[in-house]
């Protein structure tokens, strides 16, 4: 009989796409993750060393092969095991340790703050009325944009960096130039009441940052052209508030409301395609499995440099870059959809192709508050008022893992460019850092004087920026 030490296995080597990398071949059964990563590396004959996580029977192997196999798996000599494999990002960020600044500037609480797609601009939107640009090299203020007559409840960046739009309690939405501090054409008029979410149109389909679309109390969606300054669409079919709006890469929109639906549009003629039911109460909070290279557009964080470069691509060109993004975020299937609620559960959805969930994510024993998708995809995080942060796998939707820390409500939460990290803000005054492979605290970031309502992560993986009740914005 062979010792312990030489025993093997026979394994092959399987993507996410299910393709098999290898015919099926035998390994000792104490082979290390590293040794895994070099063999799984010369057999896809990979020219630059990609790293990779490895999984057998959806348990990460973290140190050797025995160690993630079952007793049964084991004993059975016969079995073929299979082993997939998940590329990671090739760059790492550094978790944020400590506060460099805070900056005093906002008069009432900071109700938003928001990296401009490359990192270069951060923004903020406060209850004082005004939208403030930030320097972030200086760590100072940089404009004071006012304007809005009434509370700023929400900021987005336009996916080229060029322009940024934020919408009040006073039913208006302006256009800011990020260089200069001075709004872009007249306020957009329209909604009889406060704008709930603002997303404009994907870099690939609208290279000139044209399109906005608005979501509010009064139960409408608009879509505004920036340029003329007026009102394109108007979509309504929700019977109360709208409380998120999504624009997907297929040029479909994406709406959640009190009224406990999803509803589908196309945004070309604003007809309805479809209608998600599934959820008992309102439905709060929505991400895209595309989200973040949306966001990012032509942007891509792995390429980041400590000094910002000048783009000067062409608008096709930007449009090309981010439509490659965007089919890489994408893959094989189709847009998800991923929804949180009042009635402490999410629902995962392929909103393109069905309108039925593939998978109801029970747990939360709060109303969940955000829900991200992680920048691979791979990973849904929801942040809700039961204090914890839950993980869920991005593709089936199961249940994954708890972080547990924070003593009060979670607001917000944001991912690290390379999806290794999670920062969450909460009620409690404090920001804390994850790690997601280890799912522990990593750091404690305390400092706030009062309740974090924003955070935002920079694209380019070097800051995390947040602000709350105590008025001022910290880095």
């Not at 890489?328 to 959809?337: D, I, N, S």
Request: proline share 3%; with cysteine; charged share 25%.
């Amino acid at each position: 009989m062979e010792s312990e030490s030489e025993r093997r296995v026979m394994a092959c080597f399987k993507s996410e796409a299910d393709d098999a990398a290898s015919v099926p071949f035998d390994l000792p059964i104490d082979i290390t993750v590293e040794k895994l990563q070099l063999v799984c590396n010369a057999l896809l004959q990979n020219e630059e060393t990609t790293p990779y996580a490895f999984f057998v029977n959806d348990i990460e192997i973290i140190d050797t092969l025995r160690n993630a196999l079952d007793k049964d798996s084991l004993e059975n000599s016969e079995k073929v095991h299979e082993i997939l494999y998940q590329p990671q990002a090739v760059f790492k960020v550094r978790a944020v340790t400590r506060c460099t600044s805070t900056i005093e500037g906002h008069k009432e609480a900071v109700i938003s703050v928001a990296f401009s797609p490359d990192g270069r601009y951060l923004a903020s939107g406060s209850g004082d009325k005004t939208v403030r640009f930030w320097d972030i090299t200086t760590e100072t203020p940089q404009h004071l944009c006012e304007a809005h007559k009434h509370w700023v409840l929400c900021i987005a960046w336009s996916p080229d960096g060029r322009k940024l739009a934020s919408g009040c309690k006073n039913s208006q939405i302006c256009i800011w130039d990020p260089a200069t501090g001075k709004q872009i054409g007249r306020t957009l008029n329209g909604h009889r009441q406060w704008i709930t979410w603002l997303t404009w149109k994907p870099l690939h389909l609208d290279p000139d940052c044209r399109y906005l679309v608005s979501s509010s109390k009064d139960a409408t969606v608009r879509i505004w052209d920036t340029v003329l300054c007026q009102c394109k669409l108007t979509l309504s079919g929700h019977i109360q508030s709208v409380t998120c709006v999504k624009w997907g890469g297929s040029d479909l929109l994406y709406t959640s409301s009190q009224d406990r639906t999803v509803k589908v549009w196309r945004a070309e003629d604003g007809v309805l395609c479809r209608t998600l039911q599934g959820h008992g109460h309102w439905v709060n909070t929505m991400a895209l499995s595309t989200d973040y290279a949306i966001r990012t557009g032509a942007y891509d964080p792995a390429k980041a440099t400590i000094v910002h470069k000048d783009v000067l691509d062409t608008a096709e060109e930007l449009k090309n870059k981010a439509l490659e993004r965007y089919n890489a975020a994408k893959a094989a299937g189709p847009e998800r959809l991923v929804s949180g609620s009042d009635d402490f559960t999410l629902f995962l959805w392929q909103p393109e192709i069905d309108k039925k969930s593939i998978a109801r994510m029970t747990g939360h024993q709060q109303l969940i508050n955000e829900v991200l998708f992680s920048p691979d995809t791979r990973i849904i995080a929801s942040a809700s008022f039961d204090k914890s942060v839950k993980l869920w796998d991005g593709k089936s939707g199961k249940y994954l893992a708890s972080l547990r820390g924070h003593v009060n409500r979670v607001y917000q939460i944001a991912w690290s460019a390379d999806s290794r990290l999670l920062c969450s803000g909460s009620a409690d005054s404090t920001l804390k850092v994850w790690d997601i492979r280890a799912k522990k605290l990593l750091y404690d970031l305390p400092g706030h004087a009062d309740e974090v309502y924003a955070v935002d992560w920079s694209p380019d993986g070097q800051r995390v920026a947040s602000g709350g009740k105590d008025k001022v914005l910290k880095m």
